[in-house]
């Protein structure tokens, strides 16, 4: 039998990567993203005061800041703050990462 190769030896693409979970973050109450929610769909939104307002909670921030690094998805270009997420997310992005968020789901615990 041939030895195999190392791990990741022969692979060409990265790893097929999940998701960040909601559950590993403290996330806020559903009312407050709701609010950032519905701030997206200002015709005068200002990406650096959204960012401002998300970064007022710290576990959805951090949960932003992971779904917009899983998306991106590359070794050289890495996402550290909700000014940058929020940039490359943009509205879209940003309602798709908040939109699960908002549905009612009594299995996932929240603080706040």
Do not use: C, T
């Not at 909601?22 to 990406?47: A, G």
């Amino acid at each position: 039998m041939a030895a195999s190769p190392g791990r990741g030896q022969w692979r060409i693409d990265q790893p097929h990567r999940k998701p960040p979970n909601p559950h590993l973050f403290d996330l806020p109450k559903v009312p407050e993203i709701r609010l950032l929610s519905m701030k997206l769909d200002d015709v005068d939104l200002d990406f650096r005061d959204y960012s401002r307002e998300l970064a007022r909670y710290p576990g959805l921030n951090r949960y932003v800041i992971a779904y917009a690094n899983y998306l991106v998805n590359s070794r050289e270009h890495r996402i550290v703050n909700s000014a940058h997420a929020s940039a490359i997310l943009g509205l879209r992005g940003l309602r798709r990462a908040l939109q699960p968020l908002l549905e009612p789901d009594s299995s996932r615990s929240r603080a706040g």
